[in-house]
């Protein structure tokens, strides 16, 4: 593991607090503002045992580490890192790595607390945005992995994939309004490493979006529900990481497996979700 840069403000030069500030009132805003952008680990949330978290410009993400253990921060692929900012770095041990090559390259940072009950905060600064995470060790709770899923971005890749799905099917067409796609599916099932992150249609076609990793693993295959609720295959393409299905559905399953075969259920609703 690498060394990477670790910037930490020297104790003399510590902010001084304002001589007549009112006791209690600013720090009191300041600690309700954090707390308030402060994301926590929810179980719905987890890939496995990866924490995924969806990113939001001036959220606070948190991270449970324990003493022995290694919690690892996976940044996008492709994306670079700038620096690591540590709020202790005498009790808290951060390094680097990298896994992958070309467009596929990733940046993985690992967290190792010496101590249980230690609090402090992480920035990391990459090209393409800036992070901030509230770490707290444990006596033997950690967290194995945390990541993010990026919904801005998503909605354009949402969006030049419609786009060259038409442009294929009915030659060039206008501009695609992400606001006409109606996102009123649920997804259920089994907590399937290639379980999608959400469905979508612009109420000619029906979009499902897996996570990026779906690429590097056996796609699985789509079924819709027929009559008598028994499930019939349905014609469907990949492009990326989304499936395109030319028509619309109540009610689809996602399938993989023999032996213990893995079943995911994609469920319209017909409202926003």
Request: proline residues 5%; contains cysteine.
């Amino acid at each position: 593991m690498k060394s990477i840069l670790i910037c930490l403000l020297a104790a003399g030069t510590a902010f001084a607090p304002a001589a007549h500030a009112a006791p209690g009132g600013s720090a009191e805003r300041v600690r309700a503002a954090g707390v308030a952008a402060t994301k926590e680990p929810r179980r719905e949330d987890y890939r496995g045992a990866i924490q995924s978290y969806a990113y939001v410009e001036g959220a606070i993400y948190r991270l449970v580490a324990a003493p022995g253990h290694v919690t690892e921060i996976a940044l996008e692929p492709g994306e670079a890192l700038l620096a690591v900012a540590a709020g202790d770095t005498a009790r808290w041990t951060v390094g680097d790595t990298v896994s992958g090559s070309g467009e596929a390259q990733r940046i993985h940072i690992m967290i190792k607390p010496l101590a249980p009950g230690l609090d402090t905060n992480l920035i990391i600064t990459t090209d393409r945005r800036v992070y901030h995470l509230a770490l707290n060790s444990t006596s033997g709770t950690a967290m194995a992995a945390i990541r993010w899923t990026y919904p801005d971005d998503a909605l354009l890749a949402i969006k030049r994939a419609a786009a060259s799905v038409r442009e294929q099917t009915v030659g060039r067409s206008g501009a695609v309004d992400v606001v006409s796609f109606n996102f009123g599916y649920r997804i259920r099932g089994d907590r399937a490493p290639w379980r999608p992150l959400r469905a979508f249609d612009d109420g000619r076609q029906t979009f499902i979006e897996f996570a990026p990793s779906l690429a590097q693993g056996e796609a699985p295959p789509l079924f819709v529900t027929g009559e008598g609720g028994k499930p019939e295959l349905v014609n469907y393409r990949v492009s990326g990481r989304f499936y395109i299905v030319d028509r619309l559905f109540e009610r689809a399953e996602l399938r993989h497996g023999a032996k213990r075969q893995l079943v995911v259920r994609i469920i319209r609703t017909g409202g926003d979700q």
